[in-house]
């Protein structure tokens, strides 16, 4: 699986460190230093995960993922906070801001490598859903699926009037 992460942290070793491990794992890796660079990278084209630092100067961490979380063009793009914070307040704070998992420094690699194969795998899945139900003729967010299409869909018969009820029990009709 490869997969582009955005790596933001404001400290140049710990940028260092995260990129050589992902880079071994066979993700691509881009990079920046503060929360504007990283909205400005997001806007330029988003990565398929973000791994983040709360404490950062001037926008933290916290208020970055608000940010991302709150631009349509990237709100699918999962965040992990990862950070030296460690109280369970300082976990609820980034869940609140919209990550969607927070690893605690010094980073275990097994998890981290988990953690983003999962989330990416789990943003693909979700694009693959909603490509299917956009791309299924007549169907799509602007005209859901009606009682009839459904029936069609599964292979039910034109003659049929739909599940009936037999004993609180749901039935095929026939």
Do not use: W
């Amino acid at each position: 699986m490869t997969a582009r992460v955005l790596v933001v942290d404001d400290i140049l070793s710990n940028v260092k460190l995260l990129e050589a491990k992902l880079t071994a794992e066979y993700f691509e890796v881009i990079t920046a230093f503060n929360g504007l660079e990283c909205l400005a990278k997001m806007d330029a084209g988003a990565p398929d995960i973000v791994l983040l630092d709360v404490m950062m100067p001037g926008m933290d961490g916290f208020e970055v993922c608000r940010r991302i979380k709150s631009n349509p063009k990237t709100a699918h793009v999962p965040v992990v906070m990862v950070t030296a914070l460690d109280q369970p307040s300082d976990r609820v704070a980034g869940l609140d801001a919209g990550a969607d998992d927070f690893l605690t420094k010094p980073v275990d690699d097994a998890a981290l490598f988990a953690r983003v194969r999962s989330l990416v795998r789990s943003q693909d899945d979700d694009r693959r859903a909603s490509h299917a139900r956009i791309d299924r003729p007549g169907h799509g967010p602007d005209r859901p699926c009606r009682d009839a299409d459904r029936k069609q869909s599964v292979g039910a018969h034109p003659g049929d009037r739909g599940p009936r009820r037999i004993g609180g029990l749901v039935s095929p009709a026939r």
